[in-house]
């Protein structure tokens, strides 16, 4: 079943690569709606789906 839900960011301490935001960081990221570790980061295996 599609996703019923759609959410945007909005990277309002880097405006100029909002709405992505750096994985460049401490402990935590901080977005305006949630708070995500580095353990929370997934990305796509390279040569899967999208390659």
């Given at each position: 079943?599609?996703?019923?839900?759609t959410?945007?960011?909005?990277?309002?301490n880097?405006?100029?690569?909002?709405?992505?935001?750096?994985?460049?960081?401490?402990?935590?990221?901080?977005?305006?709606?949630?708070?995500f570790?580095?353990?929370?980061?997934?990305?796509?295996?390279?040569?899967?789906?999208?390659?």
């Amino acid at each position: 079943m599609p996703a019923q839900e759609t959410q945007i960011l909005k990277n309002p301490n880097e405006e100029d690569i909002s709405p992505w935001y750096s994985i460049d960081f401490a402990n935590q990221l901080q977005t305006p709606e949630w708070t995500f570790s580095k353990d929370d980061l997934k990305r796509f295996k390279k040569g899967s789906m999208l390659d």
